[in-house]
C-alpha cells in the first residue's frame, strides 16, 4: 500500500454559499453538486482543474450519513489544510482584493513560500508554492 496524494477535504459549514465561494474564487475552483443521493443545499464538491473533486462542503445540518463523529473544536479534527500550488502573485492579488487576512513566509532553504489564511470556519489553509 502507498499513499499517491492527498484526495480531499470534508468540512462542515454553517454557511455552504460562503465556504464554496471562498474556495472557488481563491483558487479558482470550480463548485458542483454532490452526488446523488445528497442535496445540493446540503453537499457541494469543489474541483481542481484535473477534475478531482479535492473539497467536499457539507453543511451542519446534513443528514447523518454523511457526517463523521469529529473530537469538538473549533474546526473539528482539522488543524489545517496544505495545498501544493502555482501562481502565488494571483493568489495574494485575490486575497488583497477580497481583504482577506493572509500571511506569507518564506523557507528559502527549500526554495518554498507559504501562504497562510483561514476559510469561513476557521479551517486554516496552507498554501505552498516551491519555486514560484
Known amino acids: 500500500m502507498r499513499v499517491n496524494a492527498l484526495d480531499h477535504v470534508n468540512i462542515f459549514t454553517e454557511d455552504m454559499a460562503g465556504t464554496t465561494r471562498f474556495y472557488a474564487d481563491l483558487l479558482d475552483l470550480d463548485v458542483r453538486n454532490g452526488p446523488p443521493p445528497s442535496k445540493p443545499e446540503m453537499v457541494q464538491w469543489v474541483y481542481d482543474d484535473q477534475n478531482r473533486p479535492i473539497f467536499h462542503i457539507n453543511a451542519k445540518g446534513a443528514p447523518q450519513a454523511f457526517k463523521r463523529d469529529c473530537p469538538s473544536g473549533p474546526t473539528g479534527a482539522i488543524h489545517h489544510v496544505a495545498l501544493n500550488c502555482s501562481g502565488k502573485d494571483e493568489v495574494i492579488a485575490r486575497l488583497t482584493a477580497k481583504a482577506t487576512e493572509f500571511t506569507v513566509q518564506g ?15 476557521g479551517v486554516l489553509l496552507e498554501l505552498n508554492f516551491f519555486g514560484d
Open 107 to 121: 523557507i528559502p532553504s527549500i526554495g518554498l513560500t507559504q501562504i497562510f489564511t483561514h476559510d469561513p470556519n
